[in-house]
């Protein structure tokens, strides 16, 4: 497609259920980003890809959290055993290189509401 | 922690003047530096980046940076109520991959 493609856009989870979020990168974009965005605040970033590798989970709020690209190209992000304090928007971003400088394109980002 | 600063706003200008939007950030060393746009419930959208210090145009938006005041900010020239949104000023941290460190944003309101 044309641009980062998120799944699903919504999502309501009881607290405790477990959630998986898709993200397809602009295809060909080595550069992989997951962000978090409360409400009122800017995204935070959680964990970085680069085609495959991960080499950055320095965000991640908890070891509930847990994020792959086994293939390099789409990304899912899982959150474990859901509380209430997960309740944000997750983004995905990817850019075409992988060194400093490059611009990221975001996705339209899923809504995750835990009840 | 590496931190970026702005006035959450709102700022309201009227149609047709120009709004200024500022940014301070606190990593010396970051090199890259990009303003987004956030319409309520959409995601980012990229709309300027900056890497040297100056100035850069592109059509009614410019974006200036001054590394050794660590100050960025984005002048948006003839604003329309179309401009109306949530500006993000977001700074790549020095060393390694663009990793991307966002202000919390300022509210824009441009009023007919």
């Known amino acids: 497609g044309a641009g980062v493609s998120q799944s699903p856009r919504y999502k309501v989870a009881k607290r405790g259920q477990d959630v998986a979020l898709r993200c397809d990168p602009i295809s060909g974009h080595v550069s992989l980003f997951w962000y978090q965005q409360a409400l009122g605040q800017g995204p935070e970033f959680l964990t970085y890809?680069?085609?495959?590798?991960?080499?950055?989970k320095s965000g991640l709020p908890s070891d509930r959290f847990f994020a792959e690209r086994p293939e390099g190209s789409v990304s899912t992000l899982k959150i474990q055993r859901t509380q209430q304090e997960d309740s944000a928007v997750y983004l995905c971003a990817s850019s075409p290189g992988q060194g400093a400088g490059q611009p990221q394109h975001f996705g339209d980002g899923t809504r995750l509401s835990i009840l | 922690q590496k931190e970026v600063e702005q006035n959450s706003g709102p700022l309201s200008v009227p149609e047709g003047a120009i709004a200024s939007l500022n940014c301070t950030y606190s990593d010396r060393g970051s090199q890259s530096f990009f303003w987004y746009r956030q319409y309520s419930g959409k995601s980012p959208e990229l709309i300027m980046f900056i890497y040297s210090n100056g100035d850069k145009e592109d059509g009614r938006f410019t974006a200036q940076l001054n590394k050794a005041s660590q100050y960025v900010s984005l002048l948006i020239r003839d604003s329309q109520p179309s401009d109306s949104a949530t500006y993000l000023c977001a700074v790549g941290l020095s060393g390694g991959y663009n990793k991307l460190i966002f202000g919390a944003g300022t509210r824009l309101a441009v009023h007919p």
């Open positions: 890809f680069q085609n495959e590798a991960q080499l950055d």
